[in-house]
């Protein structure tokens, strides 16, 4: 059985309805900032009927030594006039029906070791204090342009990955005639990617296919089954070398 000591949640969901109104879409769950880049930008595409208001929520991520995890604000630097970690410029997007608007995600701060955010992207139905410069009036012009029924919204949270300005890779590997473990030594995340469990003698009778992620100091260990053949795709940053493992 595959052992990840990750824990990292992919994508959420406020609420889903099939009636009229923006439905947004902001692609890959899974974003990695390189050491040598300090901008991001992230693409929200509305495929919906009616503009779509979205707020970004921001919040780092902190990883505790038995795995598990917990969601902060993120911080001010000493100055308190200077966020330290992550922020989206812009924090409110206006997204025509078929359209497509860019929040430009800018890290600030110290990057000694990895650091990890949620990103969530909010549609909402404006009010005058979400900010989205909308009077009250155009407000409820624009509620009464949804379906009836229509006050939730789907929404998504993507994981952010700040990679270390000085990153290194340093993937040991164990391979035994019992099990294969997989050790990250470096200092950033690499993901073992396209994991597939399948038949020696049919290869098209595989396991539902898994990605993980392995944060540094971590492990992803998994025991060999007889007529078993196992593949994957390790990422390390830009590098990318596919893997096989017979039981």
């Known amino acids: 059985m595959m052992k990840t000591m990750t824990g990292i949640m992919g994508a959420w969901l406020i609420s889903l309805n099939c009636m009229a109104g923006p439905t947004i ?29 979205v707020r970004v929520s921001i919040k780092e991520i902190l990883y505790k030594a038995d795995g598990s995890s917990e969601e902060v604000e993120v911080k001010t630097q000493t100055d308190k006039r200077v966020r330290d970690g992550l922020m989206s410029s812009p924090a409110r997007l206006i997204v025509p029906p078929n359209g497509t608007q860019g929040a430009r995600l800018l890290f600030m701060g110290d990057r000694e070791q990895e650091r990890y955010f949620r990103v969530r992207f909010i549609p909402v139905v404006p009010e005058k204090e979400d900010e989205f410069a909308l009077s009250s009036e155009e407000a409820r012009d624009y509620k009464k342009t949804l379906s009836a029924g229509v006050n939730v919204l789907a929404g998504y949270g993507t994981v952010f990955f700040v990679r270390p300005k000085e990153t ?59 007529g078993r053949h196992y593949r994957f795709t390790l990422v390390e940053g830009r590098a990318q070398k596919v893997i096989e493992v017979k039981a």
Do not use: W
Request: with cysteine; glycine share 6%.
């Open 25 to 53: 879409n902001v692609g890959m769950v899974y974003d990695y900032l390189d050491g040598d880049k300090s901008t991001y930008l992230k693409r929200v595409f509305n495929g919906g009927d009616s503009t779509a208001f």
């Open 168 to 226: 290194r890779f340093d993937t040991q590997i164990e391979n035994t005639p019992n099990h294969y473990q997989l050790r990250n030594q470096g200092n950033s995340v690499v993901v073992v990617d396209e994991f597939k469990d399948c038949a020696s003698s049919d290869r098209l009778h595989c396991k539902p296919t898994t990605k993980t992620h392995v944060l540094p100091g971590r492990t992803l260990r998994f025991d060999k089954q007889p």
